[in-house]
């Protein structure tokens, strides 16, 4: 039997068994010339098969994220997948990394000197860390600063990652704030221009910076070992 005579009620289990095998988002393009059938049918495959690991009370549900489809484990079971990653993965990001890495995200492109600027800290040490890991990328110069400075960005697998169809899917900021206050130093740190950036890194208030290290450590908790990919997970082999 040829894939292009595979019969429409089949579809969806070959797609679980593409995915299962994937390290990493696949396009609904890419499956369908896989399985050598029309992209709309490969879209209502997706569709019915992230249905019904939906309705089966599943432990992996389907995502479509960075412009592609992946396994993921269910949130419902993160505590206990965390227990078990946290058993052999040593690669856990340290909380500076953590907090650049929300810095970066939320303000991207940045530059290192912004990046400081806003943690209060200087921060080349966790970017670099994050740009190793492939979370972060170099994402050109910055023509209107001195000296064009690097850019930062982050990645595709900082997408695959956190669970994130793009970076417009990251959470609202005021939701980590604990008082007005705090969320006028978030706006006023976030509202950062380029051309302030070298000031405000020479300027930074201390009582400032620990209270958004601690909106940005509030941002890491949120999704720190979430959501699991099913192959770092050990579920996807």
């Given at each position: 039997m040829t894939f292009q005579d595979l019969p429409d009620s089949d579809i969806p289990g070959a797609l679980e068994a593409l995915l299962f095998v994937s390290d990493e988002p696949v396009?609904?393009?890419a499956l369908a010339e896989m399985l050598d059938v029309d992209r709309a049918c490969v879209v209502e495959g997706l569709a019915t098969l992230q249905h019904r690991l939906a309705t089966d009370e599943s432990?992996?549900?389907?995502?479509e994220v960075a412009?592609?489809?992946?396994?993921?484990?269910?949130?419902?079971?993160?505590v206990?997948?965390?227990?078990?990653?946290?058993?052999?993965?040593t690669r856990r990001l340290s909380q500076a990394a953590l907090e650049t890495l929300a810095v970066v995200a939320y303000c991207q492109p940045v530059?290192?000197?912004?990046?400081a600027s806003i943690r209060g800290v200087n921060s080349d040490s966790p970017l670099n860390s994050?740009?190793?890991?492939?979370l972060v990328r170099e994402a050109g110069k910055d023509a209107n600063s001195p000296g064009q400075p690097m850019l930062y960005?982050?990645?595709?697998?900082?997408l695959e990652k956190f669970g994130l169809a793009g970076p417009a899917d990251l959470p609202d900021l005021e939701q980590f704030a604990p008082d007005e206050r705090t969320r006028e130093l978030i706006g006023e740190r976030l509202g950062i221009t380029r051309a302030q950036a070298d000031e405000a890194a020479?300027?930074?208030?201390?009582?400032d910076a620990a209270l958004d290290a601690g909106f940005v450590s509030d941002f890491a908790d949120e999704f720190e070992f979430e959501p699991y990919d099913a192959k770092e997970d050990g579920l996807v082999r």
């Open positions: 396009a609904a393009s432990g992996i549900q389907l995502r412009g592609g489809w992946r396994l993921y484990t269910h949130p419902r079971y993160h206990l997948v965390e227990r078990y990653v946290l058993s052999w993965d530059t290192r000197t912004q990046v994050l740009v190793e890991k492939g960005a982050t990645t595709r697998t900082f020479a300027s930074c208030d201390d009582d």
